[in-house]
């Protein structure tokens, strides 16, 4: 499941096979949802039977479905060492959008996430990326009744930090975007951080998908209340990453992410700030109306507030929009996802002196 062509040929010599037996067998795992590879008529009885010995198609099990009102589900799928992620179907009517999950739990922490409650345990494999991928879209087209593609964008955006898990998710991107496989456009795959600087150039180079990033604060001391990884990677720096992402693409803009907290973000000062900070990078920004989720302390910003603070950024010149609320009803909204993540058993660690 998450072997990209390269790989899939790799694993095909390696069986003392042609390596153009992944080109047959991509289209029948990811366009047909096959998992069976006796049922793969081209590629020959033999060489079927010996697969079956030494290979498996798998994705994450489906534990439990939620269906809000507005048409968003949120699958919960479990792994096989016993965690389990969150997984987020999000039909609009000029797209349908699946919003993965790159890590079990996460380590990184910021203040107003669901996600940073639960702590970190893992990082996926690329199989068990693109494998929530392969469930969706043969699920959907199932339960739709649907004979075509459903799925025709993907947002790196559920539980963990794609950029901590960066290897992973560079294989996983390549089959996204393999025409073989589901041959999305690096316009409609998209990898959300929170500002793991070094890992987005290996991104670009990797697999040079959409980029967004969660900023929620225009300067570094907020930022850093909010975000510990900005202690880090501080804001300057940051921006510095950007411009690099899209440096030579004149069409290319990253996607700047901002929480909207009342009363701690949401000022016409911020509004100010933002907008004096992005003058420099091809930037547009989404706001999104805080989720709560229980025992946060935040709240969500007034709806006369967050407009007022999207027209100070209009004014501006930047394209803004402020994301409508999909699936809070079930807890399947920007921030609230929690999954179960399973404490990671910790290795003792003896130091000798030498
Ligand atoms: N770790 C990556 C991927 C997560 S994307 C990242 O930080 O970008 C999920 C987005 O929802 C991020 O922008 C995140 O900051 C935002 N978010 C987290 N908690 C939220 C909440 N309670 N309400 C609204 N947005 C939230």
């Not at 880090?232 to 030579?248: N, Q, T």
Request: glycine share 8%; proline share 5%; net charge positive.
């Amino acid at each position: 499941m998450g072997l990209d062509r390269t790989g899939l040929a790799a694993f095909m010599g390696a069986l003392g096979e042609r390596p153009f037996r992944a080109q047959q067998i991509l289209p029948w795992i990811h366009q047909r949802g096959v998992a069976d590879f006796a049922a793969m008529t081209n590629i020959g009885k033999a060489l079927a039977a010996h697969l079956a010995t030494v290979a498996v198609i798998g994705a994450p099990a489906l534990l439990s479905e939620h269906v809000s009102a507005d048409g968003t589900r949120k699958w919960l799928l479990g792994l096989a060492d016993g965690n389990a992620i969150e997984t987020v179907f999000i039909p609009e009517t000029d797209r349908n959008t699946l919003c993965i999950s790159s890590q079990v739990g996460c380590a990184l922490d910021c203040a107003f996430c669901a996600t940073a409650r639960q702590g970190f345990s893992r990082n996926l494999t690329a199989a068990e990326i693109v494998g929530q991928v392969w469930f969706a879209e043969h699920y959907l087209r199932r339960i739709l009744g649907r004979g075509e593609r459903v799925l025709s964008n993907i947002v790196f955006m559920g539980m963990g930090e794609p950029l901590l898990n960066v290897k992973e998710v560079i294989m996983a991107a390549d089959v996204l975007l393999d025409d073989l496989a589901y041959g999305l456009s690096r316009r409609r795959v998209t990898v959300s951080t929170a500002g793991v600087v070094p890992a987005m150039a290996r991104l670009q180079e990797g697999a040079p998908v959409s980029l967004a990033v969660s900023l929620h604060a225009p300067d570094d001391a907020l930022r850093d209340t909010l975000m510990p990884v900005n202690r880090k990677y501080p804001i300057a720096p940051l921006m510095e990453a950007c411009r690099a992402y899209v440096r030579g693409d004149s069409r290319r803009r990253v996607t700047f992410e901002y929480a909207m907290l009342a009363g701690v973000n949401d000022g016409p000062g911020h509004a100010q700030a933002l907008a004096r900070l992005l003058r420099t990078v091809p930037a547009k920004v989404n706001l999104i109306p805080f989720n709560p989720f229980p025992g946060t302390s935040f709240t969500r910003s007034a709806p006369e507030v967050i407009d007022r603070f999207r027209a100070i950024l209009l004014e501006a010149g930047l394209t803004t929009v402020t994301r409508r609320t999909r699936g809070d009803g079930i807890g399947a909204a920007c921030g609230q996802l929690a999954g179960v993540v399973l404490e990671r058993p910790r290795r003792v660690v003896r130091l000798h002196a030498v």
